[in-house]
């Protein structure tokens, strides 16, 4: 069973990720507060991070950086983090922000479950 935590606060993109990854073998944790993601993290256990570029006042590259802190620092165990971009050309941002894998916004459940699918299985 793979556990996933969405850190977005758009109702589209929380939506999308819910019905591309609606299975009975994942569990998806909704996070709409960046600043509350690093706090989830150390509470609960996640395979993956899957974090808006545009998220609240804090920003998507932001949240990444302050979740790799927290793997890095060892107060959470270790995770895959995939950031959602809103064009091509910020690819650069989330290889910057230090997250695994990226996906330009819309994207097809194809494409985020291939992102994922080492812990899906």
């Known amino acids: 069973m793979a556990s996933i935590l969405l850190v977005a606060d758009d109702d589209w993109v929380r939506n999308d990720v819910q019905a591309s990854l609606s299975d009975p073998n994942i569990t998806l944790t909704v996070e709409s507060d960046p600043r509350a993601a690093a706090g989830l993290v150390r509470e609960q256990s996640f395979d993956w991070a899957i974090v808006d570029l545009q998220i609240g006042s804090m920003g998507g590259m932001a949240v990444v950086r302050?979740?790799?802190?927290?793997?890095?620092?060892?107060?959470?165990g270790d995770m895959g983090i995939v950031l959602l971009l809103d064009r091509e050309a910020d690819r650069f941002?989330?290889?910057?922000?230090?997250?695994?894998?990226?996906?330009?916004?819309?994207?097809?459940?194809?494409?985020?479950?291939?992102?994922?699918?080492?812990?899906?299985g």
């Open 66 to 76: 302050m979740l790799r802190t927290a793997i890095l620092a060892a107060e959470t």
């Open 93 to 120: 941002l989330a290889a910057r922000a230090g997250a695994d894998a990226s996906i330009v916004k819309p994207f097809t459940a194809q494409q985020l479950r291939s992102r994922l699918a080492a812990s899906i």
